[in-house]
């Protein structure tokens, strides 16, 4: 087991281009989440996924983002039309729902974007 | 709306000694608790977690104590390693393994 996986770790972009990440979890990890994280703050809830269904969406996600997690393994979050305010660390989680750590969510190293 | 508060940006130690870390939180539906450690261009690390049902949980060197009350919790380090330099998230949760809310982080500076 390799942990959370990432990909790309940078990722510098013009305003309003469409950019894609990557999350590969943990393999037996059936719940994924999505974070945001901007220098001094805490990590900020996106989105997340049990198996293949998405669970939840923040209220404060534009309508730009869409995260898919089509198969119930990796799952990508895209940003259309990217703005400056999109930079930010993006951060993927997992978790599993059984077992005793099930409230325990494993980070990735995440994606750095930078919107110029 | 700060659901999860850690008041103070940054804590300076000395090695050996004690790093007490604390975070508030004011949703009294908040059932389990966790802490993480953030290294720069790194994502968070799981530390430490306690159930609300509980008023302290230790692994080795790391102490989780709640206070429901006071709705505050704290993170103790004893004793405190240069290597535990870093800056800590208290993180809550208010149903079984949805979305983490945290707190805005305190950087911990140990000093040898």
Known sequence: DTGVSQDPRHKITKRGQNVTFRCDPISEHNRLYWYRQTLGQGPEFLTYFQNEAQLEKSRLLSDRFSAERPKGSFSTLEIQRTEQGDSAMYLCASSSTSGPTREEQYFGPGTRLTVT | ?112
Request: hydrophobic residues 35%; neutral net charge.
């Open chain 2, 1 to 112: 709306d700060q659901q999860v508060k850690q008041n103070s940006p940054s804590l300076s130690v000395q090695e050996g000694r004690i790093s007490i870390l604390n975070c508030d939180y004011t949703n009294s539906m908040f059932d389990y608790f966790l802490w993480y450690k953030k290294y720069p261009a790194e994502g968070p690390t799981f530390l430490i977690s306690i159930s609300s049902i509980k008023d302290k949980n230790e692994d080795g060197r790391f102490t989780v104590f709640l206070n429901k009350s006071a709705k505050h919790l704290s993170l103790h380090i004893v004793p405190s390693q240069p290597g535990d330099s870093a800056v800590y998230f208290c993180a809550a949760i208010y149903n079984q393994g949805g979305k983490l809310i945290f707190g805005q982080g305190t950087e911990l500076s140990v000093k040898p």
